[in-house]
Each structure stands twice: as structure tokens, then as C-alpha cells.
């Protein structure tokens, strides 16, 4: 199996589940409540590693009483965290969710006070030693850096990157990539719909290959030869938890790629395992 990097961050996930998402304004009793570490590239790595791999990850720690629980389960899942770093100062990133049982939807309040990580610290890392390089799609400036740094090496590793969020020139990440993953969420502020935006995509990355995310209505990808592939989605009986499906999604066809899958059948495979995620709670598990 592969050694694979991923740059990004860690969270602590507050989920308060509710019959159905609140009016504003209005008061409700939470059904359950838990905590647990989240963070979009560290959820990937924690799928990736129940795939086989051998992961780790290079963020921001702050040396606090919530970083226990988060180490805790980095540990769980065998993510090495010895390119991180740590400071003295500050707080863990927390998300506060509220998840609707009605439609097991998701609402995020995101709140941070970290810096991110910065290419001089990626610098330090031997990445040269790894198969695959995850990125998020955030810190763009550094981020662009740390892609550049090894798309200049022939044979260094390949790229991914996720861009799920639409922050100021992300554009500058498409180039340089191996695959890029995208949400349905982007290319909706885009007033697109996913094939078409992967399309425009491709014009300016045409040795990328795209994919997309749609919800219930699967997944769109793009091939390097402009070739459309789509999978349906793989909903489980019953929806229980969404929160990750997007990670999940992504660490499939990142899986997929390292072992010389199809773009079509990485995409199915990737959409079943984002299902079986909607279907129970936390990522323990998907590998089984």
C-alpha cells in the first residue's frame, strides 16, 4: 500500500443532533449530543489508513485540553503526526454542528483562531519519501507554493486537491494536480452545474483528472481525454450521518488512483463508500 501526506486541518467536531433544523430564533432540545476530532484532511487520512496505507498528516496542534481527544483518535486511526506542529498558544479549530435526523443534513459553525499551515514548514518535510500528497483547498498562497515545490520534481508524488470551499483565488491550485475533487456546493455558487464546471475546469487543467461530488444524485468525473464518467449514489437504508461523506468520497478515489483503477469504477467505488458512511455514525468501519 501507499505512503500518503496530507496538508490540512484537525477539528473538534460539537454535534448536537435535532429532529429538524431550528427556525431562527427558535429554542430545541438536542436528541444526542457527541464530540469527536473532524477536520477534512484528517477524516480522509482515517479512511485511507482502514484502506491499508500508511498515513500522516501535517497541520496545526495547539497545546490545549482538546488536542488529548484529537491526538487520541489520530492515534486510533495510525495517522503519524510528526511533520505537525505545535504551539504554545491558541485553540484547536471547533466546529459546532447541528445535524437534522429529519434529513441528516448538516449545519456548521466554524470557528478558528490558528494559523495555518505554511509552506516553510512543508519544506521541512522529506516528501520526497511519499506516494500521494493530499491538499485541502485553503491557505491558498502556501498551499500553491508547497503544490509548485513538488510538481517541479519528476518523479516526486502525486497530487491531489480538494476544493470544496470557495475561497479567493483557488482558481491557482488547479494547475499542477494529478486529481482534483470538487463539491456540488462549488460549483452551485458557480451557477453550474457539476459536469459543466468540471468543464470549465478542464481548460485550464487538462492533464487533471476531475471529479465531483452531487448528492444524491452520485458523483460526475472528467478523464485527462475530456471523457465524462458518472456513478449513482449508494444511499443506505437509512440515513444516519453525513458528516464526512465528502472526505470519505475523497479518500475512495484517492485509493482508487494509487492502485491503477478506471475513473469510472473509482467513482463508483468511491460513491458506495461514501453511502456506507451516511449509513452509520463516525468512519469507523468503512473498510469492513
Known amino acids: 500500500m501507499a505512503k500518503i501526506l496530507a496538508v490540512g486541518i484537525a477539528t473538534l467536531d460539537i454535534i448536537n443532533e435535532v429532529e429538524r433544523y431550528p427556525l431562527e430564533d427558535q429554542e430545541v432540545r438536542a436528541l444526542t449530543q457527541s464530540v469527536r476530532r473532524g477536520g477534512n484532511a484528517t477524516n480522509t487520512l482515517a479512511v485511507l489508513s482502514q484502506l491499508g496505507h500508511t498515513c500522516h498528516w501535517a497541520g496545526v496542534i495547539a ?6 481527544l484529537i491526538k487520541a483518535d489520530l492515534d486510533h486511526y495510525r495517522i503519524d ?44 518535510i522529506p516528501w520526497q519519501e511519499f ?17 509548485r515545490c513538488v510538481e517541479d520534481r519528476i518523479d516526486g508524488p502525486r497530487i491531489s486537491v480538494e476544493a470544496e470551499k470557495t475561497r ?18 462549488l460549483a452551485a455558487h458557480n451557477a453550474m452545474e457539476p459536469d ?59 485509493d482508487r488512483c494509487l492502485s491503477g ?14 453511502g456506507r458512511k451516511c449509513g452509520q455514525t463516525g468512519l469507523d468501519g468503512l473498510s469492513e
Not at 497545546?63 to 488529548?68: C, F, Q, R, Y
Not at 483528472?209 to 464518467?229: E, F, K, P, Y
Request: net charge negative.
Open 63 to 68: 497545546k490545549e485540553p482538546n488536542t488529548a
Open 81 to 124: 503526526t510528526r511533520y505537525c506542529r505545535w504551539l504554545e498558544a491558541g485553540r484547536m479549530p471547533t466546529s459546532y454542528i447541528t445535524l437534522s435526523r429529519y434529513s441528516a443534513t448538516r449545519t456548521i459553525v466554524h470557528y478558528r483562531d490558528l494559523p495555518e499551515y505554511g509552506y516553510e514548514w512543508f519544506r521541512e
Open 131 to 147: 506516494d500521494w500528497i493530499h491538499f485541502e483547498g485553503r491557505n491558498i498562497a502556501e498551499t500553491e507554493q508547497m503544490i
Open 168 to 185: 479567493s483565488g483557488i482558481e491557482r491550485l488547479f494547475t499542477g494536480p494529478d486529481l482534483l475533487l470538487f463539491s456540488s456546493a
Open 196 to 254: 459543466e464546471y468540471l468543464r470549465q475546469v478542464a481548460a485550464v487543467a487538462p492533464q487533471t483528472s476531475l471529479a465531483c461530488t452531487c448528492g444524491a444524485r452520485g458523483a460526475v468525473a472528467l478523464d485527462r481525454l475530456g471523457q465524462a464518467h458518472h456513478s449513482k449514489a449508494f444511499p443506505p437504508e437509512s440515513l444516519v450521518d453525513t458528516v464526512g461523506a465528502g472526505d470519505t468520497f475523497n479518500a475512495g478515489m484517492i
Open 261 to 274: 483503477e478506471s475513473l469510472d469504477k473509482a467513482l463508483e467505488f468511491s460513491c458506495r463508500l461514501a
